[in-house]
């Protein structure tokens, strides 16, 4: 897309080039695919095997994800777990009857999948791919059926080995792209047998214009075959994951559909009616019956066993591995200009230095997600100022470089203390605004590099400038606290941050760990060296959980004033004056002890419920601050303070909790939605 080509040319935003180029149309390669494809056609001609019947064992996850970026795992919204009885009778007849179904719903929705995505993938598609009963991909031809070979290219790849249940085997990849992208294909790598050149495992995307819903972003697909009987290969692992997102507006929210299948049981030649066959190829038992299936540990268990590799995001290195094979083709079945927002306080907010404020955004993309340019803006109606920010991006795998410039309203903490949408409503009706604000202006470069499963570390070097904000509105009710004057001269500053993101759903334990070293130099002369950090640890303790957060830092002598860090009430200190404590140095450590206990289960619709439980969550907080900057209205504490407080979170996303404060003698009462959903709010 060339403005956004255009503009990281510019800006000297060139990645480096691909490690490796690929021989597309070698004559080994097609010789390779032409043996496949005679083996595939061959295996569903063998006489020696006229029927089976199996067992499929099986997880449904409908996932959310949300904030900026989109690169923090995403929430369990419903999860299902499924038993099926698989069958199947030459030619091409399949057979699927789920025997046993449960299914527990985190968040409310009222999802209802379509009847394919409730089984397994047999014959390997056949001619032709479908997904969604036809709506979501229809008649996508097998790049191994009879008139694939004439619609794709095809490169040798590595060799490598694979763990079967009966055997290892030594494949050798065989990508595979299509020869116009503007039609219905796939883009993915086959995993061929070095000696048989039967078909081992397949991992591959679409192209765009395969999807028929628009809303849908990608669909990725991981099917793995082992050899039975020493003779059949048939299907043994399955993974499917669809991601979707809303088609007028680009806000980080995504949902997305995971399914992973495991296959085996086989019983060879039956000798299975062709009536059998009769009616919709997934049939399911009777309500009761499913119900009453022995399942062998609770739901709860079953979800942590299996989640992990899907926490893993292995499906990732798919993508990542099909991006590569379309080069800088789009794979993305969403348009590529949109509106676009980072979160909705974006569209509307209000605080007490802008007042209302109305924003807007657009972005541009092009070759999917690799290059994107994206402009907003907003107004201040109180403050009459206007706000705005360009930013591009050029990403290559999990490396991105990025350049920004902007005019925008901070607030002076590091982490936020309360829903941006909630604060608007609060500042707006009721005067109590949590945020301490001050007007930066500058630009930054910013490159960032992902590390191992869920890291991520990025440097980043600039140039801003600040300006102090008065209060500029009235609210509803109540009075505005002042705002603090916090500007001063420009710095020219560098950044290295390191974090290691959260495990996401159905953990027994969990880490999440960030830090930022900041330098700079302001005009005048002056410099400052500033680190801070924060994280999380979960353990398991019997039932329950332990949950420990920690934040804070330290800095030099001469740290500006809007780099302070700061202390005190809603989000940290409940039963504390809201951010009455600061300075160049600040802690805060809160544990709490996570119980469920018993709660009525609500009907989400006609097919899930909610947790039977709500967690209760007593904790204790305490905090410190000292070296006062100067300037500012933030006092240390001479010594630690202590909040002794109980939370109470229902379905993971609203949590009310009241905190005393025992050097106060004061309780504070607060209530949110899960820091989770704060990003996209």
Same mark, same amino acid.
């Given at each position: 897309?060339?403005?956004?080509?255009?503009?990281?040319? @510019?800006?000297? @935003?060139?990645?480096?080039?691909?490690?490796?180029?690929? *021989?597309?149309?070698?004559?080994?390669?097609?010789?390779?695919?032409?043996?496949?494809?005679?083996?595939?056609?061959?295996?569903?001609?063998?006489? %020696?095997?006229?029927?089976?019947?199996?067992?499929?064992?099986?997880?449904?996850?409908?996932? $959310?994800?949300?904030?900026?970026?989109?690169?923090?795992?995403?929430?369990?919204?419903?999860?299902?777990?499924?038993?099926?009885?698989?069958?199947?009778?030459?030619?091409?007849?399949?057979?699927?009857?789920?025997?046993?179904?449960?299914?527990?719903?985190? @968040?409310?929705?009222?999802?209802?999948?379509?009847?394919?995505?409730?089984?397994?993938?047999?014959?390997?598609?056949?001619?032709?791919?479908?997904?969604?009963?036809?709506?979501?991909?229809?008649?996508?031809?097998?790049?191994?059926?009879?008139?694939?070979?004439?619609?794709?290219?095809?490169?040798?790849?590595? %060799?490598?080995?694979?763990?079967?249940?009966?055997?290892?085997?030594?494949?050798?990849?065989?990508?595979?792209?299509?020869?116009?992208?503007?039609?219905?294909?796939?883009?993915?790598?086959?995993?061929?047998?070095?000696?048989?050149?039967?078909?081992?495992?397949?991992?591959?995307?679409?192209?765009?214009?395969?999807?028929?819903?628009?809303?849908?972003?990608?669909?990725?697909?991981?099917?793995?075959?082992?050899?039975?009987?020493?003779?059949?290969?048939?299907?043994?692992?399955?993974?499917?994951?669809?991601?979707?997102?809303?088609?007028?507006?680009?806000?980080?929210?995504?949902?997305?559909?995971?399914?992973?299948?495991?296959?085996?049981?086989?019983?060879?030649?039956?000798?299975?009616?062709?009536?059998?066959?009769?009616?919709?190829?997934?049939?399911?038992?009777?309500?009761?019956?499913?119900?009453?299936?022995?399942?062998?540990?609770?739901?709860?268990?079953?979800?942590?066993?299996?989640?992990?590799?899907?926490?893993?995001?292995?499906?990732?290195?798919?993508?990542?591995?099909?991006?590569?094979?379309?080069?800088?083709?789009?794979?993305?079945?969403?348009? *590529?200009?949109?509106?676009?927002?980072?979160?909705?306080?974006?569209?509307?907010?209000?605080?007490?230095?802008?007042?209302?404020?109305?924003?807007?955004?657009?972005?541009?993309?092009?070759?999917?997600?690799?290059?994107?340019?994206?402009?907003?803006?907003?107004?201040?109606?109180?403050?009459?100022?206007?706000? *705005?920010?360009?930013?591009?991006?050029?990403?290559?795998?999990?490396?991105?470089?990025?350049?920004?410039?902007?005019?925008?309203?901070?607030?002076?903490?590091?982490?936020?203390?309360?829903?941006?949408?909630?604060?608007?409503?609060?500042?707006?009706?009721?005067?109590?605004?949590?945020?301490?604000?001050?007007?930066?202006?500058? *630009?930054?470069?910013?490159?960032?590099?992902?590390?191992?499963?869920?890291?991520?570390?990025?440097?980043?070097?600039?140039?801003?400038?600040?300006?102090?904000?008065?209060?500029?509105?009235?609210?509803?009710?109540?009075?505005?606290?002042?705002?603090?004057?916090?500007?001063?001269?420009?710095?020219?500053?560098?950044?290295?941050?390191?974090?290691?993101?959260?495990?996401?759903?159905?953990?027994?334990?969990?880490?999440?760990?960030? %830090?930022?070293?900041? $330098?700079?130099?302001?005009?005048?002369?002056?410099?400052?060296?500033?680190?801070?950090?924060?994280?999380?640890?979960?353990?398991?303790?019997?039932?329950?959980?332990?949950?420990?957060?920690?934040? $804070?830092?330290?800095?030099?002598?001469?740290?500006?004033?809007?780099?302070?860090?700061?202390?005190?009430?809603?989000?940290?200190?409940?039963?504390?004056?809201?951010?009455?404590?600061?300075?160049?140095?600040?802690?805060?450590?809160? &544990?709490?002890?996570?119980?469920?206990?018993?709660?009525?289960?609500?009907?989400?619709?006609?097919?899930?419920?909610?947790?039977?439980?709500?967690?209760?969550?007593?904790?204790?907080?305490?905090?410190?601050?000292?070296?006062? &900057?100067?300037?500012?209205?933030?006092?240390?504490?001479?010594?630690?303070? %202590?909040?002794?407080?109980?939370?109470?979170?229902?379905?993971?996303?609203?949590?009310?909790?009241?905190?005393?404060?025992?050097?106060?003698?004061?309780?504070?009462?607060?209530?949110?939605?899960?820091?989770?959903?704060?990003?996209?709010?």
């Amino acid at each position: 897309m060339r403005p956004v080509a255009a503009a990281l040319a @510019l800006a000297g @935003l060139a990645l480096p080039a691909r490690l490796h180029a690929q *021989a597309w149309g070698s004559d080994s390669a097609l010789a390779l695919a032409r043996r496949a494809a005679l083996r595939r056609s061959g295996a569903a001609a063998d006489t %020696t095997l006229r029927d089976y019947k199996a067992q499929a064992h099986g997880f449904l996850f409908f996932l $959310g994800a949300f904030g900026e970026g989109l690169a923090d795992p995403p929430r369990l919204v419903k999860a299902d777990q499924l038993e099926l009885e698989v069958y199947w009778r030459a030619p091409a007849s399949s057979k699927q009857r789920v025997v046993g179904w449960r299914d527990q719903a985190q @968040l409310p929705t009222d999802i209802n999948y379509h009847r394919d995505h409730l089984g397994i993938i047999q014959n390997n598609f056949g001619a032709a791919i479908r997904l969604g009963e036809g709506d979501e991909v229809r008649d996508v031809p097998h790049p191994l059926s009879a008139v694939g070979l004439d619609l794709y290219e095809f490169a040798l790849g590595d %060799t490598t080995i694979i763990a079967l249940p009966e055997r290892e085997v030594r494949v050798v990849a065989l990508r595979v792209r299509p020869k116009s992208f503007d039609v219905a294909r796939i883009v993915g790598i086959l995993y061929v047998d070095a000696a048989s050149a039967d078909l081992v495992r397949m991992a591959f995307n679409f192209t765009p214009r395969s999807y028929l819903d628009s809303q849908l972003e990608d669909v990725s697909i991981v099917l793995d075959n082992a050899l039975w009987e020493q003779r059949y290969w048939l299907p043994y692992r399955q993974e499917i994951e669809i991601r979707r997102r809303a088609t007028w507006l680009d806000v980080p929210a995504r949902g997305i559909i995971r399914a992973r299948w495991e296959i085996d049981g086989y019983v060879f030649n039956v000798g299975l009616a062709r009536s059998w066959f009769a009616g919709d190829e997934i049939s399911f038992l009777p309500k009761a019956e499913r119900d009453s299936f022995p399942w062998r540990q609770p739901l709860a268990a079953a979800l942590e066993s299996v989640a992990e590799p899907v926490r893993r995001d292995d499906l990732e290195r798919v993508r990542a591995e099909v991006e590569q094979i379309a080069g800088r083709r789009a794979l993305s079945g969403l348009r *590529a200009h949109r509106l676009g927002v980072r979160c909705l306080s974006d569209l509307v907010h209000a605080n007490r230095v802008e007042g209302l404020a109305a924003g807007a955004g657009i972005v541009l993309r092009g070759g999917g997600e690799r290059r994107e340019l994206r402009l907003r803006a907003s107004y201040g109606f109180a403050d009459q100022r206007a706000k *705005a920010a360009v930013t591009a991006v050029e990403r290559a795998g999990r490396r991105a470089v990025e350049v920004s410039a902007y005019r925008d309203v901070r607030d002076v903490g590091d982490w936020p203390v309360i829903a941006p949408l909630q604060n608007s409503f609060a500042a707006q009706e009721f005067g109590h605004d949590y945020g301490d604000y001050y007007l930066a202006q500058g *630009a930054r470069l910013t490159y960032r590099h992902g590390v191992g499963v869920r890291g991520e570390w990025r440097a980043a070097a600039g140039r801003e400038s600040f300006t102090s904000l008065a209060v500029a509105a009235t609210p509803a009710n109540g009075s505005f606290r002042p705002n603090p004057a916090v500007g001063g001269p420009a710095v020219d500053l560098v950044q290295i941050a390191f974090e290691r993101r959260s495990e996401g759903f159905a953990v027994r334990r969990d880490l999440h760990v960030e %830090t930022v070293l900041e $330098g700079g130099r302001q005009d005048g002369g002056g410099s400052y060296l500033r680190l801070s950090g924060a994280g999380h640890l979960l353990v398991p303790v019997g039932a329950t959980r332990v949950l420990v957060r920690a934040q $804070g830092g330290g800095a030099s002598a001469r740290l500006p004033a809007r780099r302070a860090f700061v202390l005190g009430g809603r989000g940290t200190l409940l039963g504390e004056p809201f951010r009455a404590w600061g300075g160049r140095r600040m802690g805060l450590v809160h &544990v709490e002890w996570r119980v469920p206990v018993p709660f009525p289960s609500l009907g989400v619709g006609p097919y899930a419920r909610t947790p039977g439980t709500v967690t209760l969550a007593p904790y204790v907080a305490v905090g410190w601050a000292e070296y006062p &900057v100067a300037g500012t209205p933030w006092m240390p504490t001479a010594g630690a303070r %202590t909040t002794l407080g109980l939370g109470v979170e229902w379905l993971g996303v609203f949590r009310c909790e009241a905190g005393f404060g025992t050097a106060t003698h004061r309780v504070g009462v607060a209530f949110d939605v899960s820091r989770d959903f704060w990003g996209i709010l």
